[in-house]
């Protein structure tokens, strides 16, 4: 007989109401759109604790009909903490707080096609992205599908998660900057860090799961084939398993603020050969990921 009981979960009801504002949830456990917050403006102590209160609560939040130049974008991400300089700044002119995420009929690529979390090479990976769209693809379409890393870990049954919990992977910049992107390596090579498979989410204390398709080589210590049969299984389980995702459909001038460190993400391509436009600012993290 399989272990099915894990399969469903009492869902644990996530605050809507804030001092400031409300939210409107996308899914009961992941992403909720902000109502009534103008990101241009100079937020208040309070309205800056009930951003944070609420990403943690709901990992992935969107604000919509925003107005802001890239000094206000970076000015509402430095509340955070301080700004990330991408490791593929290297090759690309202007801001170097800023990556531009930028799809055309002529693009060889689009940025973020697969399910990835933000610069896991690091040491220390960024610990939220703010992606600011402001042209959306004539078609529709467009749209980012985000994973809860949490839910993710937890649908997975005992056995598992205790075998999960010793082990550490590899995660290697040159899998999609070189292999998908074909960018040049900078001198001294792209990051390559390793980081357990199970983490603990520095904030909440929450378990996590940990590898993602775009950066996780392998499994250290392990022989190639166990470590590709470990890996192929979790990213199917992340991959194929919809109730895990949310799915955040961009209208121009919004910005979507994720939580890095428990969520992963997709930028679905299926508007060729119309165009979006948008600019992503990361945050440096604070400590390495740790079981
Ligand atoms: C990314 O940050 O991976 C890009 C996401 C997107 O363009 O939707």
């Not at 990992?59 to 890239?70: A, E, G, S, Y």
């Not at 993710?152 to 205790?162: C, F, G, N, R, T």
């Not at 550490?168 to 999609?176: F, L």
């Amino acid at each position: 007989m399989f272990n099915t009981s894990e399969d469903q979960q009492e869902i644990q009801e996530i605050p809507t109401m804030y001092r400031t504002f409300e939210v409107e949830s996308i899914t009961p456990h992941i992403g909720a759109v902000v109502r009534d917050i103008d990101l241009s403006q100079n937020l208040t102590n309070e309205q800056l604790q009930d951003v944070f209160d609420a990403w943690y609560d709901w990992k992935v939040l969107v604000f919509r009909d925003q107005h802001l130049d890239r000094d206000q974008h970076k000015a509402f991400a430095r509340h955070f903490g301080s700004l990330h300089v991408h490791p593929m700044q290297h090759g690309m002119r202007g801001d170097p707080e800023i990556l531009k995420v930028k799809t055309t009929g002529d693009s060889p690529y689009t940025a973020g096609d697969g399910w990835h979390t933000d610069v896991t090479c690091d040491e220390i990976p960024p610990l939220g992205s703010m992606l600011y769209i402001t042209e959306t693809p004539q078609s529709g379409g467009g749209d980012t599908l985000f994973a809860d890393m949490y839910l993710a870990y937890e649908l997975l049954s005992s056995p598992i998660k205790d075998f999960l919990g010793e082990l550490h992977a590899v995660h290697d910049g040159k899998i999609p900057y070189v292999g998908s992107y074909k960018s040049k390596e900078p001198e001294g090579g792209y990051p390559r860090n390793t980081h357990p498979v199970v983490v603990k989410h520095p904030a909440t204390g929450k378990k996590v799961l940990y590898v993602n398709s775009g950066f996780t080589s392998h499994i250290r210590g392990m022989k190639r084939q166990e470590s590709a049969a470990i890996l192929e299984m979790l990213f199917e389980h992340i991959h194929s398993t919809p109730r895990l995702w949310c799915n955040v459909q961009w209208e121009p001038n919004t910005l979507t603020f994720w939580d890095n460190r428990c969520t992963q993400h997709h930028a679905v391509w299926d508007y060729y050969p119309h165009s979006r436009y948008g600019e992503r600012v990361s945050i440096v993290g604070t400590e390495r990921p740790a079981a």
